[in-house]
Structure formats: C-alpha cells, structure tokens
C-alpha cells in the first residue's frame, strides 16, 4: 500500500470506552471535523459528554453492537479490555489499531512473550495457576516481587506486593491466572509512546519520566534524567519492532523501567496513554490527534517537545473538588477535569500540565 484514502470531514469515529482517554479521543477527533459516537457498559462515561451519540449498553449486546457498527466509518478503543467479542463484531477492515493487538496486550504473560521474541528483557516472571505454581514461583524467583492478575488488571489493582517471608505466607493465589514476577531494582520508569500510520511510519515523543504511586502514575516530567535518556533509544527500538510486528496504526505505548543493566520492559498499553497526556500542551501535536490521524489516514503531525520543562500530574479522588484553585497559580498551568460524577479515592479526576522554557 502506497496511499490511503483519508476519512472525509464529517465521517464517524467509534470509540469503544468511555472513560477519559475517549473523552480525549474525541475532543481531538472533534477538532478535525469528525463525529464520535461511544460504546460502553453503564458507569460513569465521561467520552459521552463530548460524543454525537453514545451506547450505554453491555459488551453482551449484540443487537446494539451490530447498531454501533453500521454506523463507524472507522472504530477504535481507548481501553485495552475491550472483550475479543467485541471487536470480532466490529467491521474488521475498520477496526484500528486492530485485534491482535489488543489480544497480546490483554494478557501480561502473552505480551512478556510476544515483546521478549523481539529482543526485550523482562524482570523473572513465572505464570501463576494454583497455590503450588505460587509456592514454586516464589522458590525460583524469590522476594520482593509481585503477583499480578494477568488479565483485567489496572492502576495497581488485581496485585499484591511481597516483600518478605513472612508477607509471601499471608497471600494466596486469588483464583485467576497470574504473573509472579520478581521487583526490579529500576534508577527511573519511563514510556515510549509512539503513533504508527497505516502505510508504516513512525514517529515518537520524547520520553518522560513517570513517577508512580501504589501502580498509579503520579507525574510524568520532562525532561527525563539521564539514567533514562540513555536507554530511549534502545526501548524505542523495541517499541517499533512491537508496532511493525502488530501491523499497528495509532498509539503504541511501552512502559520500561531504566537499570543498571539497560531497559527492561514492563508492560504495552495498545492505546493512547496517561503518560502522555504532556502532549497537548507540551508538543507539536498531541497523543490523541495523532491516533485520530493515524486511524482517519491523514498527514501524521510532528512530535517535537515544544518547551524545556514540562511537568504533568494527576488529580485523583477528592483533590478535584478544589482543583480550580490551580487555575490562580502562576505560570498558567493548563487544568484538564474529566467531568467524572464521584471524587472517589484513588480514581483519576483530571490532570494538570505545566510547562516553561524558564531553565534550559
Ligand atoms: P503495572 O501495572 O505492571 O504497570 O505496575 C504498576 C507500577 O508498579 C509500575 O509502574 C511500577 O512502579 C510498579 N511495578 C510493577 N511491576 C514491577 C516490578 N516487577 N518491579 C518493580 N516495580 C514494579
């Protein structure tokens, strides 16, 4: 393929999701003159606030699926546990960045594997089916380390740390597959978030480093330190054999932890990223209009970083109620709230970027 036909103005966006990063998705998609239309289970859908139609309807509802269907010119997700039905009752020549790669990425284990076949280093990982699999695990592995849920999990849910003898006794296998996997002794985490258009080109964003809190990104800054900066391009090179291996179009995101020894490899995300939200103020073009360039088949936009310092945080839980205060702190930081119902604890409200070319 040396050409694609780009979605005209108009043309309808399907978002599978409803959660922030759809909200984002379609605000940007918006932006270019498309129309989004939603498709999740009840909750709270903060993308439908911003979409022309949206289904609140179980991923069970065939019926409202093949509705949903008919009406995408092109249909994409902004949530990786989508279930495979789902996407199978998707016009598959319209579904992007495509099914295998939210199949790999749904499983910890499978895309461990998938990303190891290209040349990645992971922690010790052991796959967890009973209380005997964890006992063996623990005796090959050793502690710390973490169980995780292989599936399903998000934001340090679905895991349990361990960092002694004594805390390994306390845990029992929750009674669905799992990784055990060892902690790795990381100077920095970071992501590669890179879009992939349809005819095959690659652009990054420069990395950030992400701080996290209990598994839940607190910060992402740039520029990242130098422990990071000097494995990018390594992890970059991962990342792209990943996208050219999936036949990926849109955003591809790869969480790695910076070592001694080089990057290792955390886990993918097949999907528009929190770790990248820097991107709307902070480069050229951000994450989410080019994935909705990249699934529309129009010009990719560049990825340049636009200032010297950038800083993103989270607001979670209640910290939102009073979160236009930031609005009167200087430097004009940008406040996005995602218009969620509940402040509850431990759920992602918004965020807040900051960005000056004050230190260079
Ligand atoms: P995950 O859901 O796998 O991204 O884990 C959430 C966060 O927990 C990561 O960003 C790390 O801060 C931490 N974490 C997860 N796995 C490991 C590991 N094997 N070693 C050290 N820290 C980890």
């Known amino acids: 393929m040396s050409e694609i036909t780009p979605l005209p103005p108009g043309s309808t966006i399907g978002i599978l999701g409803g959660g922030q990063l759809g909200r984002m998705l379609a605000m940007a998609a918006n932006q270019l003159g498309y129309r989004c239309i939603g498709y999740a289970p009840a909750g709270d859908n903060v993308a439908a606030d911003v979409c022309a139609d949206f289904f609140e309807n179980g991923w069970g509802d065939t019926s409202a699926l093949a509705s949903f269907a008919s009406q995408c010119d092109v249909v994409t997700w902004e949530f990786e546990n989508v279930?495979?039905?789902v996407v199978d009752a998707m016009p598959r020549d319209r579904l992007l960045p495509g099914r295998r790669a939210l199949e790999v990425a749904q499983d910890r284990l499978n895309e461990k594997r998938f990303v190891e076949e290209l040349g990645a280093r992971c922690a010790l990982y052991a796959r967890v089916e009973s209380d005997d699999d964890f006992q063996r695990a623990l005796e090959r592995i050793g502690n710390p380390g973490i169980l995780k849920t292989a599936r399903d999990g998000y934001d340090g849910k679905g895991q349990w740390r361990i960092t002694s003898d004594y805390e390994a006794k306390g845990v029992r296998f929750p009674g669905r597959t799992c990784?055990?996997?060892?902690?790795?002794d990381f100077q920095a985490e970071f992501s590669v978030i890179l879009v992939r258009s349809a005819l095959g080109e690659v652009r990054f964003w420069d990395s950030s480093a992400n701080t996290h809190r209990g598994g839940m990104?607190?910060?992402?800054?740039?520029?990242?330190?130098?422990?990071?900066e000097a494995q990018v391009e390594q992890a970059r090179i991962i990342a792209e054999k990943t996208a050219n291996a999936l036949g990926y179009v849109g955003i591809l995101t790869l969480e790695f932890f910076a070592t001694a020894q080089g990057?290792?490899?955390?886990?993918?995300?097949?999907?528009v990223h929190n770790s990248g939200h820097w991107t709307i103020e902070g480069a050229a073009t951000?994450?989410?209009?080019?994935?909705?360039?990249?699934?529309?088949?129009?010009p990719l936009g560049g990825t340049e970083t636009r200032f010297n310092q950038i800083e993103m945080r989270n607001i979670v839980g209640d910290e939102a109620l009073s979160a236009h205060h930031i609005l009167a702190e200087e430097g004009e930081p940008h406040l996005h709230l995602y218009g969620k119902g509940q402040a509850l604890e431990g759920r992602k409200m918004g965020h807040v970027t900051r960005v000056s070319n004050d230190h260079p």
């Open 217 to 228: 990104l607190v910060t992402s800054i740039l520029p990242a330190s130098a422990a990071v």
């Open 263 to 271: 990057p290792i490899f955390n886990e993918m995300a097949p999907r």
């Open 179 to 184: 990784i055990y996997e060892g902690m790795v």
């Open 83 to 85: 279930p495979l039905s």
């Open 286 to 298: 951000s994450q989410f209009e080019n994935h909705i360039r990249a699934i529309c088949g129009l």
